[in-house]
């Protein structure tokens, strides 16, 4: 943006010169936009589910004239729109928290192995259904990190359930967690469906989802990775992705250690 006066001299209102105030306005209408697009994600994606919702009770109102099995199955399609539905405002409302307070940490002690541990007992009857091998690799180093419990928890979990949604049957998940002096290394890797070199960096904004016919079989709001993106930052950590389609993703966060930060 910019903004010029012209100067004069008082006397005789001479023109003497003109001043220039230049201001880099281009953050902020950057902000305002992705705000913008936010709000328009939001309502087009909520009002998917709901408008399937809407027009199944239309339906049910001709419920004389439906037979049980109809019946049934528009039941069984709105309970899981109302799951989508549920899904998708919880995750907003995390995302919505994450970036609202993201600049006030919370100083709680955190303890990843037990967090991993909680993560993939909470995991258990996903990746036992798809007999997917789900392991850990634990190197217990010595660190120290600080933050929000609830937060942390939730990006294993984002990373975690991503890999064993995304991995068919018989496969493996693995969570590394390994460091020294500098850093904390947590890697979720798997041997799933992968993610196209051209989706690698755009999977982590808001309500993306790789190809979604592929994704449409599975239950998802595209906004688990832009959650854990936030997290990661809050943490002044840098999130990774390695995948190669069809063969599988590892997912790298890196976090400093703060036992030795200076
Ligand atoms: P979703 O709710 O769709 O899982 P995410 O933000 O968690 O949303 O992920 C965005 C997209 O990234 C997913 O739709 C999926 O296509 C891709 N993705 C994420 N994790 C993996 C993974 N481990 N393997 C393959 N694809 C993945």
Known sequence: KIRTTVIKNDLNKERIGVLCVLQDVTEKRKLERMRHEFVSNVSHELRTPLTSISGFVE???LWKQ?????????????????FRLQ?????ILKLSEIENIIVQRENEEINIIKIIEIVKKTLEPMYKSKNIDFY???DDFD?????????FYNMILNLCSNAVKYTNDNGFV????HGDREKIVISVKDNGIGIPDEDKEKIFERFYRVDKSRSKAVKGTGL????????????DGK?????????????????PNFKYKA
């Open 59 to 61: 339906t049910l109102k």
């Open 66 to 82: 439906l037979d049980d099995e109809n019946i049934n199955e528009i039941i069984n399609i709105m309970e899981i729109e109302n």
């Open 87 to 91: 899904r998708l405002i919880n995750d």
């Open 136 to 138: 850990t690799d634990i």
């Open 143 to 151: 660190y120290e990190i600080k933050g929000n419990k609830d937060w």
């Open 174 to 177: 693995r969570i590394k967690l």
């Open 224 to 235: 688990g990775l832009a959650i854990v993106k936030y997290v990661v930052e809050s943490f």
């Open 239 to 255: 999130i990774f992705v390695k995948s190669t389609l069809g063969k599988g993703s590892e997912f790298i966060v890196v976090i």
